[in-house]
C-alpha cells in the first residue's frame, strides 16, 4: 500500500487538471462533483496508508532524478514516516472537510469551478511539502501554497482591497522565502545534499564541524537553521512578517480557515520540526526561535483583544497561537509543538467555518459590534463556536487544554520562566478575547441591521456537518496525548523527533498544579470577558477602560502601527532616502563648512581663497556626486525592461568577475 | 583537431554580440533577434562539449534540439505580442512602452 | 585546413552577428540574422553534427528568420529615421564588452578536458534513438509546448472581433 503514496497528491492534481482546463466552460455550478472526492480519495489512501505507519512502517523512496546537474542531484521522492504521516492525516481531513463546507458557502459565486481548482491546487502543493523527501521538493511545495494562497485571498479580483492583500501576502512571503533559500544553499554547500536521510545521518558524523564557529561568531548550523527560520517567519505569520496574514482575510472564509488556519501557515512549524535534528545543535537558534515564538503570542493576543472583525480577531488569534506553537518547539519540545499544530488546525478551522456560517447568515456583515443574540436563530453555529472557543482558551477538557498546556509545561521544565510567564499571559488574553468574540458575536441582544433581523438562518447541511465533525474533533483530539508528554501521539513522533534534553527530566509533581494553574489563568480570562460583555452591572466597563486607557487602547487598536511603520521604512523610506541623501549634503555638510569657512574668513582673509575654493569645492563636489547619484537612484524604477536587463547584465558583471579574480 | 576552447570563444563573442543588441536596441523584433543570437552561441558550446567530451552521450546534441525548438516557440510567442503591443501602441520601440512605470 | 575554415566561418558568423545588431535598417539586420545562423550552422557541420546544422538552417533559416521578416513587414515604418540605440548604449557595450571578456578568458583557461575527444560517429541515427529512448519524455513536453505557444500565437496576434 505504502508505494502508492503517489496517489496522495496525485488526486488533487487530477481534479485541478480537470476542473482548470473544463470548469469554466463544461462543468460550472457542478465543478464539486470532481474536487470533492479527489479531496475524498486523497484522504483515503492516506488513512490506508497511515495504518501502515502506525504499526511501524516507515517509507523514504526517490521515484525518478528530478534535478541532474553534475554533482548537484536531487531526486523525486516521497518520505512518509510518522511526522509526515500526522501532517497528512491533518490537511486531508481538515481539507476534506472544507472543500464539503465551501459547496454551501460559494454555491452562487460566478467562480466556483476556479475556486474548487485552487483549493485542490492547494491540496497538492501543501502534500508535497509535507511529503517530500528532500528540501528541494519541500520548497516546491512551499512555493505552490504561497501561489495557492495569493490566488485565494485575491479571489475576489473585482474588490481592490482582495488583490492588495494578496500582493502583501505575496511580497512579506518572499521576504521569508529569500532566508529558505539561503538555508537550502548552505545546505547543500555544508552537507553536499538535500534529502533530509542523508542531511540528517551526517549531521551526526559532522557534529564537531557544524558547531565550530564559522561566520559572525555562529556555527554553520546555527546559520542555516536561522535561514531556515526567516522562511518559517514568513510562511507562519510570526514577528515581524505577520502583517500579511491578517489582511488575508479578504479572502473566502473557507480559504482562511483551511489555508490561513489549519495548514498551510503551519508549514513553518512543520519544517521547523522536520529539521529538529539540525535546530538540536544549535542552541542559539532554538532561543530565537522560541522568544520570537512567545513575543508573537502575547504581542498578537493583546490585538486579538480589540479588533472588531470577527474573522480578524481569529486571524490575530491563529498568529498567537502559531506563536505558541513556535515556543513549543523552541524549548525543545518538537512533539508538543507538532501536537499543538494538530489540536489546533481542528479547532481553528472550526472557528473560522463557524465564522463563515455567522458571515453568511448576516448578508456579509463583519463586525462583532453589529451582531449578538445570534444563539438562538443558529443553535448548530452557536454550540460549535462555543466548542471551538473553548478548545482555544484551552480549557478542560478540550483539544487545546492538552496541548497548550504541556508547551507551557516544557517552558517551564526547561527553565525558560521568562518565556513561560509570557506564554501564561498570553493564555490569559485568550481566555478574554475569546470570551469577548463569542459574547459579542452569539449572546445580548441584536444589534445589527434590523432588515436582517429576520431571516437570519442557521447553516445548510453541507456547511453544519463539516462544523459537527470538527467540534467532536476538537473534543476528542486532545485524548491521544494523554497523560502529556507520554500519550500516544508523542510515543508515535518519537522515533522522528529529537527530544530536547531539557524538558526529558520531567519533575512530573509540577505537572498537575501547573495545569491547574493555566486552566485557572484561562478561566479567569474567560470570566472577565463575561463580566465585560454579558453582565448587566459590569456593561459599561469596556468602554470606560478603553477611554482611561485612550493612548493605549489607539495603539493596540492600530496594531502597533506596524503596517504603518512597514510603509514608513520600505515605502516613503525609497522616496525619501534620496531626498535625505541630498538634503544632507545641502543643509548639513555644506552648512556646517560653510560656517567654518565664515568663522576662518574673519581669522583670516588670506586662507579666505584657499577655503573657498579647496574645502569648499571639494564638499560641494561630494554633494554634486551625491545629489547625481539620488537623481539616479529615483530613476532606478523606470518601467523600462532593458534598463532591468541592464542591471542585472551589471551584476552578472560582479559576481563573475569577483569570481574569476579569486 | 582544434581545441575545444576555440569554440567556446565563439560562443563567448556570440553571446556578447546578442547581448549588447538585447541591451541597446529599440526595436522589439532586433530584440528578438539579439535573443536569438544569445540561444545560437548556447548551442554552440553544448554542441562543442558534445563532441569534445570523452565518453560524451550526445545529450549536448539533444539538449541543442531541445533549446532550437523552444526558441522556435519563444520567436513565435514573442512576435505575436510585438504585433499585439504594435496594435495598442502603434510603435515597437520597447522604451516607449512603459505602463509599468509607477 | 580544419582550423583554417573554422576561422573563415567564425569570422563570417561574427562579423555578420555584429551587423544585425548594429545596422539601423531592420530589414538588413534580419538578412545578416540569416547569414550568420548559416555561419553557425557550418560551425555545427565543423563539429560533426550534421543532423543539427540541417535542423539550424531549416528552422532558423527557413523558420524564424521568415516570420521575423513578416513581423517586420507588418509592424515597423521602416523608411522613418528613429534612433535605434537607447540611451544606455556605453554602459551597455562596456558591461557587455566585459561579460564577454570573462567568458573567453575562462574558455581559454578555465577549461580542462581530461581524455581524447572521441572518434567522429554517424550521430544522426544514434540521436533519433535517444530521442525516442532516453529523453522520450522532455521530446513529448517540448512537443505540448510548441503546440501551446502555436495556440498562445495565434490568441495574441488575432484581432478581437468586435
Given amino acids: ?662 | ?102 | 585546413m580544419q582550423a583554417v575554415f573554422f576561422f573563415v566561418v567564425a569570422a563570417f558568423t561574427v562579423a555578420t552577428a555584429l551587423l544585425v545588431v548594429t545596422r539601423p535598417n531592420i530589414v538588413h539586420s534580419a538578412v545578416a540574422l540569416i547569414f550568420s545562423f548559416c555561419g553557425v550552422a557550418g560551425i555545427y557541420v565543423l563539429l560533426d553534427a550534421e543532423f543539427l546544422g540541417a535542423v539550424q538552417v531549416l528552422i532558423y533559416v527557413g523558420g524564424i528568420t521568415i516570420l521575423l521578416l513578416f513581423a517586420i513587414m507588418l509592424t515597423t515604418r521602416i523608411a522613418t529615421r528613429v534612433d535605434v540605440f537607447n540611451e544606455q548604449m556605453g554602459l551597455s557595450a562596456l558591461i557587455a564588452g566585459g561579460i564577454t571578456a570573462i567568458l573567453v578568458y575562462a574558455s581559454l583557461t578555465g577549461i580542462q578536458i581530461a581524455g581524447e575527444a572521441p572518434a567522429p560517429v554517424e550521430t544522426t541515427p544514434a540521436l533519433g534513438r535517444l530521442l525516442m529512448t532516453t529523453h522520450v519524455l522532455p521530446f513529448e513536453l517540448i512537443s505540448i509546448l510548441l503546440l501551446a505557444a502555436m495556440v498562445g500565437a495565434i490568441i495574441l496576434a488575432r484581432r478581437e472581433k468586435e
Fill in chain 1, 1 to 662: 500500500m505504502m508505494e502508492y503514496i503517489w496517489l496522495v497528491p496525485a488526486f488533487p492534481l487530477l481534479g485541478v487538471i480537470i476542473n482548470g482546463l473544463f470548469g469554466r466552460t463544461y462543468i460550472r455550478e457542478r465543478a464539486h462533483y470532481v474536487a470533492v472526492p479527489a479531496a475524498g480519495l486523497s484522504f483515503i489512501v492516506a488513512l490506508l496508508i497511515s495504518r501502515q505507519v502506525f504499526a511501524g512502517q516507515t517509507l523514504d523512496v526517490s521515484l525518478y532524478p528530478w534535478v541532474v546537474s553534475g554533482d548537484f542531484e536531487v531526486p523525486f521522492g516521497f518520505l512518509v514516516d510518522p511526522l509526515s504521516t500526522v501532517m497528512m492525516l491533518t490537511v486531508t481531513f481538515v481539507g476534506l472537510l472544507i472543500h464539503i463546507y465551501s459547496i454551501g458557502y460559494m454555491h452562487d459565486d460566478p467562480g466556483y469551478p476556479r475556486f474548487f481548482a485552487y483549493l485542490n491546487l492547494f491540496m497538492f502543493s501543501m502534500l508535497m511539502l509535507i511529503l517530500a523527501n528532500n528540501y528541494l521538493l519541500m520548497f516546491l511545495g512551499w512555493e505552490g501554497v504561497g501561489l495557492c494562497s495569493y490566488l485565494l485571498i485575491g479571489f475576489w479580483y473585482e474588490k481592490k482591497t482582495a488583490t492588495d492583500a494578496g500582493n502583501k501576502a505575496f511580497i512579506v512571503n518572499r521576504v521569508g522565502d529569500a532566508g529558505f533559500l539561503l538555508g537550502l544553499f548552505l545546505i547543500w554547500t555544508t552537507f553536499g545534499t538535500l534529502q533530509y536521510g542523508e542531511v540528517f545521518h551526517q549531521a551526526e558524523g559532522l557534529h564537531g564541524v557544524l558547531t565550530a564557529p564559522a561566520g559572525g561568531g555562529l556555527s554553520v548550523v546555527t546559520w542555516i537553521t536561522l535561514a531556515l527560520f526567516i522562511g518559517a517567519i514568513g510562511k507562519s505569520a510570526q514577528l515581524p512578517l505577520y502583517v500579511w496574514l491578517p489582511d488575508a482575510m479578504e479572502g473566502p472564509t473557507p480559504v482562511s480557515a483551511l489555508i490561513h488556519a489549519a495548514t498551510m501557515v503551519t508549514a513553518g512549524i512543520y519544517m521547523v520540526a522536520r529539521s529538529s535534528p539540525l535546530y538540536t545543535l544549535a542552541p542559539f537558534s532554538l532561543a530565537v526561535v522560541a522568544w520570537v515564538g512567545a513575543l508573537t503570542a502575547i504581542f498578537a493576543a493583546t490585538i486579538a483583544c480589540v479588533q472588531n472583525d470577527i474573522k480578524r480577531v481569529i486571524a490575530y488569534s491563529t498568529i498567537s497561537q502559531l506563536g505558541y506553537m513556535f515556543l513549543g518547539v523552541g524549548v525543545g519540545a518538537f512533539a508538543s509543538g507538532i501536537f499543538h499544530l494538530y489540536t489546533h488546525a481542528a479547532f481553528k478551522a472550526l472557528l473560522f467555518l463557524g465564522a463563515g456560517a455567522v458571515i453568511h447568515a448576516l448578508h456579509h456583515e463583519q463586525d462583532i459590534q453589529r451582531m449578538g443574540g445570534l444563539r438562538p436563530h443558529m443553535r448548530v453555529t452557536a454550540y460549535t463556536f462555543a466548542v471551538g472557543a473553548l478548545a482555544n482558551a484551552g480549557i478542560f477538557p478540550f483539544a487545546g487544554f492538552w496541548s497548550k498546556d504541556e508547551i507551557l509545561f516544557a517552558a517551564f521544565n526547561g527553565g525558560f520562566y521568562v518565556l513561560w510567564f509570557l506564554g501564561l499571559a498570553g493564555a490569559f488574553l485568550t481566555g478574554f478575547y475569546m470570551a469577548r468574540l463569542y459574547f459579542l458575536t452569539f449572546e445580548g441582544e441584536y444589534r445589527g441591521d434590523p432588515h436582517h433581523a429576520h431571516d437570519i438562518h442557521d447553516a445548510p447541511p453541507t456547511m453544519g456537518i463539516p462544523l459537527i465533525v470538527l467540534a467532536v474533533c476538537s473534543v476528542v483530539a486532545g485524548f491521544v496525548g494523554i497523560p502529556p508528554e507520554q500519550g500516544p501521539f508523542h510515543q508515535f513522533l518519537a522515533p522522528v523527533l529529537h527530544h530536547g534534553g531539557a524538558a526529558q527530566a520531567a519533575a512530573h509533581g509540577l505537572a498537575v498544579p501547573m495545569a491547574v494553574l493555566s486552566l485557572l489563568v484561562a478561566g479567569a480570562g474567560i470570566g472577565v470577558g463575561y463580566l465585560f460583555y454579558v453582565s448587566v452591572s459590569w456593561r459599561n466597563v469596556p468602554e470606560i477602560w478603553a477611554a482611561r486607557l485612550q493612548g493605549l487602547y489607539r495603539v493596540v487598536y492600530h496594531k502597533y502601527y506596524v503596517d504603518e511603520l512597514f510603509w514608513a521604512i520600505f515605502g516613503d523610506g525609497f522616496l525619501g532616502l534620496s531626498r535625505f541623501t541630498s538634503q544632507v549634503d545641502e543643509k548639513v555638510v555644506d552648512g556646517a563648512v560653510n560656517g567654518t569657512a565664515a568663522v576662518t574668513l574673519g581669522l583670516s582673509t588670506g586662507s579666505d581663497w584657499g577655503d573657498m575654493n579647496i574645502v569648499d569645492g571639494l564638499v560641494n563636489k561630494i554633494a554634486d556626486v551625491i545629489q547625481g547619484g539620488s537623481r539616479r537612484l529615483r530613476l532606478i524604477q523606470t518601467g523600462v525592461v532593458q534598463n532591468y536587463i541592464l542591471a542585472i547584465a551589471i551584476g552578472i558583471f560582479l559576481i563573475a568577475g569577483v569570481y574569476i579574480i579569486l
Fill in chain 2, 1 to 102: 583537431m582544434i581545441p575545444v576552447s576555440y569554440y567556446l570563444v565563439l560562443g563567448a563573442v556570440l553571446f556578447g554580440i546578442g547581448m549588447f543588441g538585447v541591451l541597446t536596441r529599440r526595436n522589439a523584433i532586433a530584440i528578438l533577434m539579439a535573443v536569438e543570437l544569445m540561444l545560437n552561441a548556447v548551442n554552440v558550446n553544448f554542441i562543442a562539449f558534445s563532441r569534445y567530451l570523452p565518453n560524451s552521450t550526445l545529450d549536448g546534441q539533444v539538449f541543442a534540439i531541445f533549446v532550437i525548438a523552444v526558441a522556435a516557440a519563444e520567436a513565435a510567442v514573442g512576435l505575436a505580442i510585438v504585433l499585439g503591443l504594435y496594435r495598442n501602441f502603434h510603435t515597437v520601440n520597447v522604451d516607449e512602452i512603459n505602463l509599468m512605470k509607477w
